[in-house]
């Protein structure tokens, strides 16, 4: 019997530990957590048109999450993977056998709301900068054409979001005691969705990716959707420098 040809040169894969490490390595540099915009806004420096603008150009990315996940879904081979990844669409458009009312879409329009937006102005989308669609696009765009295995992986940002969505309740509280306590409800649900997703997402990551050529795959998707979201707050920032909002304005 002819054996298949082994590339002994090939790179061993790294054990589970050592993916994780290095996908946190990544994170401490280059999540969003450390970007000035988000910087601003945990000291409280974030005007009320600033925080406006954040709220109005993420609902961008917030409408797009079910549809990129739907991407996702339409990738996953089991019915079982099926059953487990569609709860991530309910979470954000609301259950099926509902009106919506209790998915993360309509939080995220309660939270505009709370900051003073109307929800058909957020419905528009009229004021998405075009930094953010280009950059919620090339989101969707990833997952629409990448493998099931680097899709997945480009959610495990989410692994860092429970903290920092912590710290951003905390700021909102304390230093913008303007919003209605009730909008910062999608973070407080977030949070341990976030928690679940994340983990459920790296222990598929942890069973697919099998050469480190996977896993480098998955490193690159991880870095590829932390540039998405810069993206997302390079083009708010820098619309907040150019209307150049007054603090109390
Ligand atoms: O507010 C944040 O900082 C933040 C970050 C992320 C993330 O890291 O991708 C998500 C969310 N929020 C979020 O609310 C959310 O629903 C979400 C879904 C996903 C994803 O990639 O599937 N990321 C995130």
Same mark, same amino acid.
């Given at each position: 019997m002819v054996m298949p040809a082994q590339d002994v040169s090939a790179p061993l894969p790294w054990p589970d530990s050592v993916l994780d490490e290095r996908l946190h390595t990544l994170a401490e540099r =280059?999540?969003?957590? =450390?970007h000035p915009f988000n910087l601003r806004m945990h000291e409280g420096a974030l005007t009320r048109a600033e925080l406006r603008l954040w709220v109005l150009n993420r609902f961008h990315y917030q409408r797009n999450i079910p549809i990129k996940d739907a991407l996702i879904l339409a990738k996953l081979p089991s019915r079982e993977l099926r059953r487990v990844w569609i709860r991530r669409i309910h979470d954000h458009d609301?259950?099926?056998?509902?009106?919506?009312? /209790?998915g993360g879409i309509e939080r995220w329009l309660r939270l505009g709301e709370a900051v003073g937006l109307d929800r058909d102005a957020l419905l528009s989308?009229?004021?998405?900068l075009p930094g953010v669609r280009l950059a919620v696009d090339g989101y969707v765009g990833f997952c629409r054409t990448s493998s099931a295995l680097e899709a997945v992986a480009s959610s495990l940002t989410e692994l860092y979001a429970p903290e920092l969505m912590a710290t951003r309740i905390a700021a909102w509280e304390r230093h913008?005691?303007?919003? /209605?306590?009730?909008?910062l409800r999608y973070f407080q649900v977030r949070v341990g969705q976030g928690r679940r997703d994340s983990e459920e997402a790296l222990a598929l990551v942890h069973a697919w990716a099998r050469t480190r050529e996977d896993q480098e795959r998955v490193l690159a998707a991880f870095t590829f959707k932390c540039e998405v979201l810069w993206a997302l707050l390079d083009a708010v920032e820098k619309a907040c420098e150019l209307s150049g909002a007054a603090p109390d304005d």
């Amino acid at each position: 019997m002819v054996m298949p040809a082994q590339d002994v040169s090939a790179p061993l894969p790294w054990p589970d530990s050592v993916l994780d490490e290095r996908l946190h390595t990544l994170a401490e540099r =280059r999540y969003h957590h =450390r970007h000035p915009f988000n910087l601003r806004m945990h000291e409280g420096a974030l005007t009320r048109a600033e925080l406006r603008l954040w709220v109005l150009n993420r609902f961008h990315y917030q409408r797009n999450i079910p549809i990129k996940d739907a991407l996702i879904l339409a990738k996953l081979p089991s019915r079982e993977l099926r059953r487990v990844w569609i709860r991530r669409i309910h979470d954000h458009d609301g259950a099926p056998d509902g009106d919506g009312s /209790d998915g993360g879409i309509e939080r995220w329009l309660r939270l505009g709301e709370a900051v003073g937006l109307d929800r058909d102005a957020l419905l528009s989308g009229e004021g998405v900068l075009p930094g953010v669609r280009l950059a919620v696009d090339g989101y969707v765009g990833f997952c629409r054409t990448s493998s099931a295995l680097e899709a997945v992986a480009s959610s495990l940002t989410e692994l860092y979001a429970p903290e920092l969505m912590a710290t951003r309740i905390a700021a909102w509280e304390r230093h913008y005691p303007w919003v /209605d306590p009730e909008g910062l409800r999608y973070f407080q649900v977030r949070v341990g969705q976030g928690r679940r997703d994340s983990e459920e997402a790296l222990a598929l990551v942890h069973a697919w990716a099998r050469t480190r050529e996977d896993q480098e795959r998955v490193l690159a998707a991880f870095t590829f959707k932390c540039e998405v979201l810069w993206a997302l707050l390079d083009a708010v920032e820098k619309a907040c420098e150019l209307s150049g909002a007054a603090p109390d304005d």
